[in-house]
């Protein structure tokens, strides 16, 4: 006997129009071959992974060392130390990352990825023009690092820098929009740059801003592999900001 299954109707982001909704997906995922995603196992895997986060670590100590100097210059200048904690965050952090089941090695991704990540090495470091006073750029530091910390509560071990499939994250953040980290750099990021306001920092956070756009674009096409993430989208369905993105 043949089991027949009734057609169902999917929307932009695939998903279903009747009642399953609230449940996963039946169809099977199936990766395509253009993602070139890789299975994060191996002898190769793990050396690539310890190398990555050495360098990782190197870049972040350099960058803490430079932030650190211009602060004892100029002990006032609090959104100084706070972008050294946001830089904590946003890679320190990922340096304890859990392996991930599968991870995106396209060009494309890597250059969002590791620019959206690394931005704060070319930041201007040195006084700017402050559109806001310090104290302002500060609050919103803090109100975005308090994000990022709630969202990386959320997430546990599962963040780093690639786009990578670390399994599905349902709970705290991600009941309100599906990429809150990036909300938490976003805010954290207005903060310093209103308070260092200059050239070279609106160029730097200006790509910075178009490299995580790209990156959660790269990161949701290789999660939608998943029938689960699947779900989870048509539940959540903002990104970043409501009605905006």
Not at 58 to 74: E, H, K, P
């Amino acid at each position: 006997m043949t089991k027949t299954t009734p057609s169902r109707e999917f929307d932009t982001e695939g998903c279903l129009q009747d009642d399953t909704i609230g449940g996963p997906a039946g169809a099977v995922p199936c990766a395509d071959s253009r993602d070139a995603v890789m299975p994060a196992s191996g002898l190769r895997e793990a050396s690539i992974e310890i190398l990555a986060r050495s360098a990782a670590a190197l870049m972040l100590s350099i960058f803490t060392y430079s932030a650190v100097r211009q602060w004892l210059a100029a002990p006032t200048r609090i959104t100084l130390l706070l972008l050294v904690v946001s830089a904590f965050m946003t890679l320190g952090l990922s340096l304890f990352a859990r392996v991930p089941i599968k991870r995106d090695w396209t060009p494309f991704a890597f250059i969002c990825s590791v620019g959206g990540t690394f931005y704060f090495l070319a930041v201007r470091l040195s006084p700017g023009t402050q559109l806001i006073p310090e104290v302002a750029g500060a609050a919103l530091q803090l109100l975005g690092i308090g994000w990022q910390l709630f969202a990386k509560v959320s997430l546990r071990r599962s963040f780093g820098i690639l786009p990578a499939n670390r399994g599905v994250v349902s709970r705290g953040a991600y009941r309100f929009v599906r990429h809150p980290m990036y909300l938490g750099y976003f805010v954290t990021d207005i903060g310093f740059l209103l308070a260092n306001f200059g050239i070279q920092n609106v160029i730097v956070y200006g790509c910075q801003f178009a490299l995580q756009v790209g990156r959660i674009v790269r990161e949701e096409r290789l999660l939608s592999n998943d029938e689960q993430y699947r779900a989870y989208r048509c539940k959540v369905r903002c990104r970043v900001i409501p009605g905006v993105f």
